[in-house]
Nanobody
Framework: VQLQASGGGLVQAGDSLRLSCAAS????????MAWFRQAPGKEREFLAR????????DYADSVKGRFTISRDNTKNTINLQMNSLKPEDTAVYYC???????????????WGQGTLVTVSS
């Protein structure tokens, strides 16, 4: 499975941004899909996931209520709608995929290349 993340950029605090992740090589209907981020000098952080089958979603407390993950199985794509962005949201954002139902971070075996989000104050 190849994952291609896009949509990052430079925004101001309070703005919104939508990230996309296009998958190829396998249908995402067999995968749990997730978003992570990594800020400079910090560990990679889980943000949100959409579990398949079922489509349930989980969020980290740090983004709950501001970020929304969605999937479009017809386009083999997932998205991350980010609202009310803060400077501390600045990071490289990665999409990831796993064949596990509720995977731990080590069970995500497919990773996109990352897209940089910079939020200025």
């Amino acid at each position: 499975v190849q994952l291609q993340a896009s949509g990052g950029g430079l925004v101001q605090a309070g703005d919104s941004l939508r990230l996309s992740c296009a998958a190829s090589g396998q249908s995402i209907t067999a995968l749990t899909m997730a978003w992570f981020r990594q800020a400079p000098g910090k560990e990679r952080e889980f943000l949100a996931r959409t579990i398949w089958p079922g489509g349930n979603t989980d969020y980290a407390d740090s983004v709950k209520g501001r970020f929304t993950i969605s999937r479009d199985n017809t386009k083999n794509t997932i998205n991350l709608q980010m609202n009310s962005l803060k400077p501390e949201d600045t990071a490289v954002y990665y999409c990831a995929a796993s064949t596990w139902y509720q995977p731990t971070i080590s069970q995500y075996v497919y990773w996109g290349q990352g897209t940089l989000v910079t939020v200025s104050s």
